[in-house]
């Protein structure tokens, strides 16, 4: 008996007692969909895999996302046994032995692939025990982990890796799987008859968020729920799903009017200093399966658009929050953008520089062909200095106040005024400091 057989390994034979997850894993590199950014047509590791060229690897992605999936492909694509190791069941022992199975079966020229799933569980040691192998070339070692492989793989074997980082797929993808998987007659649930809208797709792919795995099982244990009609259909309804799902659906289409109906109530109520209704459509939003990123840079936005230079810190408090968001994911995450959703709308408002800009823009379009003025040029050469380039420039730094009643825009929007700063918060100090310039600068004109 081979010592390969004591491990679990991949079976890419169909059954129908395999969970539908299992069931559809994509045969070839054209069936697997996300990482377009690593698999895509010409990307380096798909012509790696194509041209049977793979280095050992480290595959860095959330759950669900593809990395054994893909572990298990390369093995397939280019003929090498498989080995899959679990940190739960193989101890230092167990792993000594295969490896030195995987060095005899290496001089014969067979290549062993080592998957090890949950690299990151492995203690230092177990880790220490491949080492040797992957330095000789007795093995392909391949690591998934959903951790920074920074701080939990060990330094000797990171160095002897590529660290590949995978993203979690997409509501989008998920849905097109999905479709897939109702579709296929052979490994999914084609011959099952199994109907879906939709919108009830997309509810399951948003519930999944990015885990493919997570979906599948959604959809399978939906369609085993449902009675089949008439016509023999098993028709996957809302009302079925939130019994599945244990939650009830909020009605919502994130690409139709509801959509924009939400958003816009949000953006209203926090431009009219309303946390609570803020909190709720916020909430509604996310509840419903809306991308956070979306409601993220949204925001962003209305920090910009709303709030302005009243509270200039409106700004950093909606970036902190993305990038708070990015960091600890749902549902932790949303927590940061309520956070900030309230922080804006109570923040003093202004639009100044919101409508300021609308008024520059549409002077620019009239005047774009407008030449700078020369004493604003550089007059980086002699004969730029000749034809006057940089004559007439006045240097603030020269003047007690830092300020000269130099003219800095084309001449003829010399008097245009865009910026109206408001009384609101911040803003109605830099208005007195706007007055306070205007009237440097009018004693200036008056007294040449």
Not at 165 to 171: K, S
Not at 186 to 207: K, M, P
């Amino acid at each position: 008996m081979s010592l390969f057989s004591k491990l679990p390994q991949p079976a890419f034979e169909d059954s129908a007692r395999q969970p539908l997850a299992e069931r559809m894993r994509p045969r070839t590199l054209d069936e697997f969909i996300g990482q377009e950014r690593l698999l895509g047509p010409g990307k380096p590791l798909r012509q790696q895999i194509e041209n049977d060229e793979i280095t050992s690897m480290l595959l860095w992605g959330p759950p669900g996302c593809g990395k054994t999936t893909l572990a298990r492909l390369i093995a397939r694509l280019t003929r090498s046994e498989f080995v899959a190791f679990s940190a739960v069941l193989a101890g230092i022992k167990e792993i000594k032995e295969v490896m030195a199975a995987s060095e005899h079966k290496s001089h014969g020229g067979q290549r062993t692939i080592v998957f090890v799933d949950e690299v990151h569980r492995f203690n230092k040691a177990q880790q220490d025990a491949f080492l040797p192998y992957v330095e000789a070339g007795h093995i392909t070692f391949i690591g998934a982990t959903t951790e920074n492989p920074s701080f939990e793989v060990i330094s000797p074997l990171l160095s002897r890796t590529k660290v590949y980082v995978l993203d979690p797929l997409t509501t989008p993808e998920i849905v097109d799987l999905l479709k897939r998987a109702i579709a296929d007659k052979e490994r999914g649930l084609g011959d099952e008859n199994v109907e879906a809208t939709d919108d009830v797709l997309f509810r399951i792919a948003s519930y999944a968020n990015g885990d493919a795995r997570s979906a599948y099982n959604t959809i399978d244990l939906a369609a085993r729920s449902a009675k089949p009609s008439s016509t023999s259909a098993r028709t996957i309804t809302r009302e079925l799903l939130e019994d599945v799902l244990q939650r009830k659906l909020l009605r919502y289409d994130k690409a139709g009017e509801e959509h924009f109906n939400l958003i816009s109530a949000l953006h209203k109520s926090v431009r009219n200093s309303d946390p609570d209704a803020a909190l709720y459509w916020l909430a509604r939003m996310l509840e419903s399966g809306e991308d956070p990123l979306y409601l993220a840079r949204r925001l962003v936005r209305m920090a910009s658009e709303d709030i302005g230079l009243a509270e200039p810190g409106a700004l950093s408090v909606t970036l902190a929050a993305k990038d708070a968001f990015d960091f600890l994911g749902v549902p932790e995450g949303n927590l940061a953008l309520a956070q900030a959703a309230v922080y804006l709308a109570l923040a003093p408002k202004s639009n100044a520089v919101y409508t300021a800009y609308g008024d520059v823009i549409e002077d620019v379009h009239k005047t774009e062909a407008d030449p700078v003025p020369l004493h604003l040029r550089n007059a980086v050469t002699g004969l730029m200095k000749n034809v006057g380039y940089g004559q007439g420039y006045k240097y603030a730094h020269d003047h007690d106040d830092k300020l000269t009643d130099m003219t800095c825009l084309p001449g003829n929007l010399a008097n245009r005024s865009y910026y109206k700063p408001t009384d609101q918060g911040f803003e109605q100090r830099l208005r007195a400091r706007l007055e306070e310039i205007r009237k440097v600068k009018s004693r200036s004109v008056s007294n040449p």
